[in-house]
């Protein structure tokens, strides 16, 4: 039971810490209110979830049989990551209408969208490998459920104070001007956690 409540820590860090779900559920709650980035959240801790069932059902003896297939995972999340960061910023350099300031991004946004993203998301994949092997060694049925439970709720609670955050910040991104730069700042967020995860492949 320690090991779950180690992973629950880790698992409580990453949520926390600004990452490619935390950008994308705060920009979904700056565009619709913390209600609307509920898709977002669904979408992500569900996907969470997958991630999980495939690592517990070998998914880490396959990265263990073959490195390179981890490896090209890893920069292949990256590159995606880096594309949707640069996408953004490169996006927040063209003139923007008044009416389109809180209008959609290059993130993904939605259930399925959201779901999909966790696959290629290279901080999903570290995230749920270290907490299974955390709790992997002599785990129990038991200690498994929790850790499925814990995948649910700390990462549900973390998305909605990211979405309340963007909500707290929409009544300034209407302007076109700030928009335009909370959207380079998003952007560059997100190329520099592509980056930093890069540098741990």
Known sequence: MESVFAAAGLLTVAALTPGPNNLVVMQAGARSGWRGALPEILGAVLGGLGLLAVVMLGGTALFELLPAARTALAVGGCLYLLWLGAGLVLGSLRPARPEAAVGPTALPAGVAPLLGFQFLNPKSWVMVLTAVSAVQVGSTGA???????????????????????GALLSGALRRARVRAWFDRAMGLLLVASALLLLRDV
């Open 143 to 165: 200690a498994l459920a929790w850790l499925a439970a814990l995948f649910v709720l700390i990462p549900s609670v973390c998305l909605v104070l990211w979405a309340a955050l």
